[in-house]
């Protein structure tokens, strides 16, 4: 098996806001892993305000020695290896965990939802995110969208928040989640707001105060109307024990738990615990968003409009339908890439 990689920088279709912090661009870090004449892809996303960057990622690529494996489909021994290697880094292994498991469906000839005996159709709708912005650009962003999908959704926690929920009521009735990004600090303002955005038609909440704030959010989502989801709060399988009373549900994002072997059992930890579940990605190409859509079934909600949001996709894979992602037929994770970038 011979692992390789290279640096690419998505260009965003529109200057993106969530609380606290625009950009324009997102570097991430393409991989491949080559064996028996086939290739597996996979993807490290690497938004600025989380740790890691391209340096870092390639520096633990250059760590990651797959001599002593023959067999890729081997995926629990090989990735526990890999996770092994540092403690962090969860984009840079999630790299390889999606090149992996691409390289294992081509092996065995099916895509991968047919790998976890799952049914690529019953899936949730994807949400679509408006970011924060003047009334005039989020009224054309809303009319953009609306015919596309099913669901959109806001990014609020801060003073913008009635304002952006109002300029998109100027044009749509379709159902909304909110996500504030920590942004909300007052349980009782958050409440109230909760309650407002509930008569909005908003349907669900992500992390609506600190991540470590737990005892707060578990008051918070004892008298909210809306089922409250963990973000920030949650990263790796780990964390989940102590989310269970203080969030609704949880967002499962591959960048953030190392990838689609340890989102399976965050999604089946989350179950057990009566936890609702939502898929959620980076800004990242059709590589990382297809590893994703193979694992979503039977889900409660969807964040995947990652690749929708960039001018410069280096993939083809997983296409908007009807509002959902839908992954194609096609072996592994199920991409081709556009332009041989490596
Ligand atoms: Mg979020």
Known sequence: MKLSWTPYNLLLKHTF????FSRTTTPVVITKIEYDGLTGYGE????PYLDESQSTVIDFLRKVNLSGFNDPTDI???????????????AAKASVDIALHDLAGKIL???CYKMFGLD?????????TIGIDNDEVVRDKTREAKNLFNILKVKVGGQDDKRMIKAIRSITDLPLSVDANQGWTDRSEALDMIFWLKEQGVVMVEQPMPKND???IALLTEKSPLPIFADESLQRLTDIERLKGVFSGVNIKLMKCTGINEALKIRKRAKDLGMKVMMGCMTETSCAISAASQIYSGMDFADLDGALLINNDCFNGSALENGKIIASDMPGIGVTLKQPIL
């Open 120 to 128: 690529k159709s019953d899936v949730p709708d994807t949400t679509f």
């Open 214 to 216: 737990l005892d707060n």
């Open 76 to 90: 629990e021994e090989i990735l526990y290896y890999v996770d092994s290697i540092t403690s962090n880094n969860a």
């Open 44 to 47: 490290a996303s690497l938004p």
């Open 109 to 111: 000839g099916v895509p």
């Open 17 to 20: 806001t969530i609380s606290g």
